[in-house]
């Protein structure tokens, strides 16, 4: 018996496996700074938490709309229009079960087997699986901006072809952190509409800003928002990863048909976490707005020490909570086979017990990204064993 073709398509998640070694690690006792985990070392909000305890009391567990509860669904129709200035119903929003399956929904609603997806680079390690698993092509994008990696109409222009039928596009960008100022959304959203591509914009970091606004193609106008469909979740700025919130904003057309599709997939997300979901966006904007303040001194720190590394250099981040740094100059220091960053990522954990994430992941096999989720303490003595480690090299 043979397994189907699609798993050998498809790669292992990178930053999945490295969090694994390095939680494995951690239960034999060893002291690992873990730089690899893209979550929040924060705690869910505690009226959130509340919620959960009077979902259970009040019995809701039973099914309900595929679409997700409407008073979430509403909460995040408000948070749109208070936070971004963005006009949806109810019925333009689906819950689904964390971004990664909205991504995956909107594909699915959109994109037909063989079309091409543009992927600028860097891009999230599981873009180009999703893609794939969805039947569609990923077309990788590499900028020919190296500064600050911004994909701009002159690189999209390089990749496009009669098959092209969306960008994915990624503000604030996970993994460099990397934020597009209003004029270049603007001019990236206005080509997508000269080529009628669907625009897929991946929002999940969007209250991590720490220079510059918000901003979404959305913004731009009616005729690009109906072109636009919205990936945004609970996970990064409520810490509710394990909870599985994400949800789309789309037009009616695209919503219904990516209802449909979840409907045969998974249903509805959890009622507990949904119940949560919508008291953290109507009652707990206060407590989650405090974080951005702790993730904005993290990343003046970790850039503080990140500059004492010799032959380092780094993506100046702009949102997220991630820096990608570039190792390039140690490559001839590292024995490897097919990927630089995979074997410095490995043997940086084994000898200096640090996991970061290999750049290969996203595209840029120079680099490693590190997320500054950790305390200062672990901060600073993470870039201490990385300096130890290059070092010794």
């Known amino acids: 018996m043979k397994l189907a073709e699609r798993t050998s398509q498809v790669q292992p998640s990178f930053t999945i496996g490295i969090n694994a070694k390095a939680n494995d690690m951690r239960e034999q006792g060893i002291k690992v700074i873990n730089f690899s985990a893209g979550e929040p070392d924060f705690t869910v909000p505690e009226k959130a938490k509340r919620a959960a305890v009077w979902a259970l009391d009040e019995n809701k567990t039973k099914y309900d709309k595929v679409s997700g509860l409407i008073v979430l669904r509403n909460a995040v129709a408000k948070k749109l229009k208070e936070e971004n200035n963005l006009d949806y119903s109810a019925e333009e929003i689906i819950i689904s079960n964390g971004a990664k399956q909205a991504i995956m929904n909107a594909i699915l609603a959109t994109v037909n087997t063989g079309d091409e997806i543009l992927v600028p680079v860097p891009y999230w390690t599981s873009y180009p699986e999703i893609i794939r698993l969805c039947g569609a092509i990923p077309v990788i994008v590499r900028p020919e901006d190296k500064v600050d990696y911004k994909v701009t109409v002159e690189d999209l222009e390089m990749y496009i072809t009669p098959k092209t039928k969306m960008l994915l596009f990624n503000n604030p960008s996970n993994p460099s952190g990397t934020i597009y100022e209003k004029e270049e959304i603007e001019k990236i959203a206005r ?106 001194k993290r990343r003046g720190l970790v850039l503080q020490e990140l500059d004492k590394l010799k032959d380092v250099t780094y993506l100046k981040p702009s949102g997220a909570f991630y820096v990608m740094i570039n190792f390039g100059a140690y490559k001839d220091r590292i024995k490897f086979d097919k990927s630089f960053s995979l074997a410095f990522a490995d043997k940086l954990l084994e000898e200096a017990k640090v996991a970061v994430v290999p750049g290969i992941a996203f595209g840029l096999d120079d680099f490693a990204r590190i997320a500054y989720t950790v305390s200062e303490e672990d901060l600073i003595e993470g870039v201490k064993r990385i300096n130890d480690f290059l070092s010794a090299l």
């Open 191 to 296: 080509y997508c509409q000269e080529k009628d591509l669907w625009i897929l914009s991946d929002e999940i970091y969007e209250r991590f800003f720490f220079e510059g606004e918000y901003f979404s193609p959305a913004n731009v106008g009616e005729e690009i928002r109906e072109r636009t469909i919205i990936i945004n979740g609970m996970s990064k700025s409520a810490a509710m990863t394990g909870l599985r919130i994400g949800y789309t904003a789309s037009n009616v057309e695209v919503a219904e048909a990516i209802s449909k599709m979840q409907g045969h997939l998974t249903s509805h997300p959890a009622l507990v976490s949904q119940y949560m979901a919508e008291v953290a966006l109507n009652e707990c904007r206060e407590e989650i707005a405090s974080q951005l303040s702790v993730y904005k």
